[in-house]
């Protein structure tokens, strides 16, 4: 059976890209467009609520394989899966989410009609797929029909081995909260959130955080929203740093309650694309602390105006940034009424309109 989109991505398991296609695909579905997700892991462990009008299907394309030659004929295998599937449901348009998945997309579609979207959500200057993936990713993008990205920068990086016309901005449509709950207790506090994992540099964080405390008079605490494979390891850097009693680590749950009774958001990641948790805070009037390390933030986070920019790994800046922020109120309105504005053209309405667009092409 033919539908109107086809939606790529290996699962829909937490995470700003995995946001991205759900949304997309609740939208389109509400305007009356026939909507399917292809994902290669089992879509029952999904993190999001998905329209009942959109179709899932789940390929069973995941498993790590050893050695090259296993790689190869597994990931030939992978493409052969892919290909039937595009020619079974008979898309106009396919648009495929994040590196791997991309370059699959990309040799899975060669000799078919489909307007076929590769949608890169990170730092591809950054983001390291591995050396045989970041060749493939150089080499084959520019075989797609258009080739987005949520950053200037991406973009850009891109430029360099991608026709400039097949280039496109596309933002992320941000999540909105359906309720005004406020997480508020008798300290005040500092909030951080997403997956932990080693990207996210919470291990920075943390050390910055307990130089803060040092030099603090307050009981201000550090929350540490999500779930990963870190979570012991940055349970006993917590314990080994003296902040079991200032450090919390609820696991995963709706962030807006907390954005809104946090001091600020912290961003301390080693390298992003745009992340959405950054843009949703800003979203709901938050100042945010972000590193110089991930440049779709800085698209729209200026240091002193919407937030705090500072240089990764600078322990020193972060403390500063954590003084100034919780000793200035009137900084943090300020801040706070500006990152809202910035995030203007990434809220639903203004986001899903840009991706429209490709409907019309």
Known sequence: MSCDIVLVIESLGGGGAQHVVVSLANFWAEKGKSVKILTFQDTKSNAFD??????????????????????????????LVLRRA????RSPIVISFVGT?????V????????????SERNDPDRQSLGRAWDFLRRKFYKYADVVSA?????????GGWVPSQKLLYLPNPLRQSSSSDVMSFEWPYFLTAGRLHHQ??????????????????????????????????????????????????PG???PFPWFRGAIAYIQASRFEGTPNIVLEAMSVSKPVIVTDSQPGALDFVSSLQEGIVIRWGDEQAMVAALNQLEQDLVLRDSMGKLAREAVRPCLPENAFACWDKLLER
């Open 101 to 105: 998945t991309n370059i699959l997309s």
């Open 150 to 158: 949520n950053s200037r920068n991406a973009l850009q990086v891109m």
């Open 200 to 249: 996210k540099g919470l291990d920075f964080l943390l050390r910055s955080f307990a130089r803060y405390c040092e030099s603090s008079e307050t009981q201000t605490r550090l929350v540490i929203l999500g779930e990963g494979p870190e979570r012991a390891a940055l349970g006993e850097l917590v314990k080994g740093l003296g902040l079991s009693e200032r450090v919390l680590m």
């Open 252 to 254: 995963y749950q709706d």
């Open 50 to 79: 998905i329209d009942d009008r959109v179709d899932c299907e789940c390929l069973s394309l995941s498993g790590q394989t050893n050695g090259f030659l296993r790689a190869l004929v597994a990931n030939v295998g992978r493409i």
């Open 107 to 118: 040799f899975a579609s060669f000799g078919l009609s489909h307007y076929l979207v590769v």
């Open 86 to 89: 595009f020619i079974k449901v």
